[in-house]
């Protein structure tokens, strides 16, 4: 393929430039938070969603168990789920697992942190303070950095033009 050696170049370049540049990265004891985000929000709406990536560089588990923040009354670990054709979501009373050399993410449709008796909404290009709590690493503040509304990752996660199929979820 007389080509090749120019794809190749383009294609490494493309993924370089997709990939998150200035994305914030938070340690924690052997915790390492990337890729925080949330999305905006309506006017008076009252609950956002909160996603991140953890990755546990560790040999021992540790556990997300809550958070807090200035903007918002309460954090809440949930789950969303497929079951018997029905998204269902439920809170995480006991926490989320992080075990070690596991990276854990938080997204729409699965795990996240669902953000409770907002204070004022979110709003797209806002970051949002908020502190995580670990059983083991404590307390971690790092930013949320809000999406428009329909966003499906942050901003530079390497998203750039993919689509996503959907249709297996029932509305």
Known sequence: MKHAPQFLVFATLFAFLGSPAH??????????????WSRATPSGAKIAGGYLTIDNKGST???LVGGSGDNFGKVEIHEMAM???????RPLD????????????????GY???????????????KVPVTLEFEKAG???????????????????GHTGMKHDHSGMKK
């Open 83 to 89: 079951k018997g054709g029905v998204m269902t979501m």
């Open 112 to 126: 996240h942190l669902m953000l409770m008796d907002l204070k004022q909404p979110f709003k797209q290009g806002d």
């Open 139 to 157: 307390n971690v503040t790092l930013s949320l950095d809000v999406q428009g509304v329909g966003a499906q990752g942050p901003a530079d996660s």
């Open 23 to 36: 994305a914030q990265e938070v340690k924690a004891g052997d915790l390492v938070i990337t890729q925080a």
């Open 94 to 109: 006991k926490g989320l697992p992080i075990e070690p050399g596991k990276t854990v993410k938080l997204g729409p449709g």
């Open 61 to 63: 588990p540790d556990k």
